[in-house]
């Protein structure tokens, strides 16, 4: 049997460190504040946002929330980035996805300034990532950075394969590997023979957005599998893109759903927002 990586104890020990570096930070009259855009009424969006808030009154980051009326034009919304990047108080802006079919998320990515850029989404950022610089990296794949760091798993020389190309997730996952020494394969709704190219991971990482996805015959035996997917079953409670039941029995290690990647994205945002004020 796997052993389960517990992101929700590990996202809890980062939050506590962190809250003695908020701490010291307001010793120095710096009060770190995290700016949150939400346009519209997503009811997903609410309840990460919510996460979000209550992260950051644990750890005594300031919160302000901009709700934004649905009909807001791409002009309003930029205004109010700028306004934000010009407030010396807020140290993090975060806009959350989605917004309305007629807004221009990636302008509006771009328009958050790289220094405020919490979510690591702005091109200069992702820039930095490819480059290997340091840079504010997409919360997710940082989180999965961060777990796999703790539970002192090799990344170097080992085949990771990442299903899923998104911006937020499968891109920036793939380049946190490749920084970390591993050979690297991106997979996706085209590729081929995708169970080929699974069968040969060292670490497994489901980014799809579809649940029970990934099946045990899709996994190496003692393979690490990270499973980043939010999904509702039949029975409407949440679960990943892996069959947890099947793979439990092959993996070395695996991630639950939820408490696994989940809790740690919220960590590695106020992680970032903390590097933000400093
Ligand atoms: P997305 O829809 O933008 O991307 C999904 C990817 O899956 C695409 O690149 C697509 O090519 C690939 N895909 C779809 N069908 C496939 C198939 N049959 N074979 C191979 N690849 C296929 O989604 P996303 O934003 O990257 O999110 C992915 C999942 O992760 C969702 O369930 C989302 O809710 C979840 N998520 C979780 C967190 C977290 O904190 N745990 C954060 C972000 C997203």
Redesign the pocket.
């Known amino acids: 049997m796997a052993v389960i990586l517990n992101g929700k104890e590990v996202a809890k020990k980062t939050r506590e460190n962190l809250k003695s570096k908020v701490e010291e930070l307001k010793k120095k009259n710096i009060f770190p504040k995290l700016a949150v855009i939400m346009v519209g009424d997503d009811g997903?969006s609410k309840i990460?946002v919510r996460n979000k808030s209550k992260a950051c009154e644990e750890l005594g980051i300031e919160y302000e929330e901009f709700l934004l009326d649905e009909n807001t034009t791409q002009q309003q919304l930029l205004q109010l980035i700028n306004e934000l990047n010009e407030r010396k108080d807020v140290h993090g802006i975060l806009l959350q996805s989605p917004v309305p079919k007629h807004l221009d998320i990636n302008e509006a990515f771009r328009t958050i300034s790289p220094e405020k850029d919490v979510d690591g989404f702005n091109p200069v950022n992702v820039g930095k990532l490819v480059l290997g610089q340091d840079t504010f990296i997409s919360?997710?794949p940082f989180?999965v950075m961060k777990l796999l760091e703790e539970y002192n798993i090799e990344t170097e020389g080992k085949n990771a394969v990442v299903?899923?190309?998104?911006?937020?997730?499968?891109k920036p996952m793939l380049q946190c590997l490749l920084n970390k020494h591993a050979t690297v394969t991106i997979?996706?709704?085209?590729?081929e023979n995708?169970k080929e190219i699974t069968k040969k991971a060292d670490i497994l990482v489901?980014?799809?957005?579809?649940a029970k996805?990934v099946t045990k015959d899709m996994v190496k035996p003692g393979a690490v599998v990270i499973d980043?997917?939010?999904?509702r079953n039949e029975q409407g409670k949440v679960c990943?893109?892996v069959d947890f039941n099947e793979v439990e029995g092959v993996a070395s290690y695996i991630t639950p759903?939820p408490g696994?990647?989940?809790?740690?994205?919220?960590a590695m945002l106020m992680e970032n927002i903390v590097k933000a004020a400093k």
């Open positions: 997903a990460y919360c997710t989180g299903i899923g190309r998104s911006n937020i997730v499968g997979c996706h709704s085209k590729t995708l489901a980014a799809i957005g579809k996805f980043v997917g939010i999904n990943g893109d759903v696994g990647v989940g809790p740690m994205t919220v």
